[in-house]
């Protein structure tokens, strides 16, 4: 059974700084999703990631395959990045239907 | 906009009582998912389907039931509420059953209290 742990589980920043999360996961995966969702809200998808890096605007996602670990980083943060940041995986033997395995989160505060 | 749509938002239900989550998709993804997100746990996943007409058990089913009558619809219904089921429920569709191709799609969540 694949498990998914991140760090850290809070996080306080002031604005500006460069924010790292990590996520690790114990078994082979197809794929590892990074999440953002805003407090009383929905979950909105970011990055799905197999292999290497991604970029969108101020946030990167990379994946190093070999060690099993994924970190999202957020250039120049900014108080509208407050949120939890949540990783997923799936399963490389997913076929009738996917099973994502979550983390727990990071809760993201960032300071004016 | 395309998405998931989840209805109710919020509900207070009396122990005992039953009620249906209705997940509407627009995107015509064949897989949908029901998750409950609970303080200190990461999502876990009650229900799923991989097409119309089917359904299958997740990690944590028991206490409910669900039905997938048409593709764009995902109904999570509580037969009889307790209170372990106080949650917040996410619905989720996918077109692909990893989220290998266009990732996954949530709804905003529908906050339940029974009391």
Redesign the interface.
């Given at each position: 059974k694949n498990e998914v742990e991140q760090s850290p589980q809070n996080l306080t920043a002031q604005e500006g700084e460069f924010i790292t999360i990590n996520c690790s996961y114990s078994v082979g995966i197809s794929a590892l999703h990074w999440l953002q969702q805003h407090p009383g809200g929905g979950i909105v998808s970011l990055f799905m990631l197999s292999s290497g890096k991604k970029k969108h605007g101020r946030l990167i996602a990379t994946i190093n395959i070999q060690e099993k670990h994924s970190s999202l980083h957020i250039t120049a943060s900014h108080p509208r990045d407050s949120a939890v940041y949540i990783c997923a995986s799936t399963g490389v033997r997913e076929t009738s239907g996917s099973r994502l395995t979550f983390g727990e989160g990071t809760q993201l505060t960032v300071n004016p | 906009n395309a998405g998931v749509t989840q209805t109710p938002k919020f509900r207070v239900l009396k122990t005992g009582q039953s009620m249906t989550l209705l997940c509407a998709q627009d995107m015509n993804h064949e897989?949908m998912?029901w998750y409950r997100q609970d303080p200190?746990?990461?999502?876990?996943?009650i229900h799923?389907?991989?097409g119309e007409g089917t359904t299958?058990k997740?990690e944590v089913p028991d206490g409910y039931n669900v039905s997938r009558l048409k593709k764009q619809n995902f109904l999570l219904g509580l037969e009889s509420a307790a209170p372990s089921q106080t949650s917040v429920y996410?619905c989720?569709s996918?077109y692909s059953?990893?989220?290998?191709k266009y990732?996954?799609?949530?709804?905003?969540?529908t906050r339940l209290t029974v009391v």
């Open positions: - | 897989y998912y200190g746990m990461g999502l876990r996943l799923y389907s991989v299958a997740g996410f989720a996918s059953p990893t989220g290998a990732g996954y799609t949530f709804g905003s969540g």
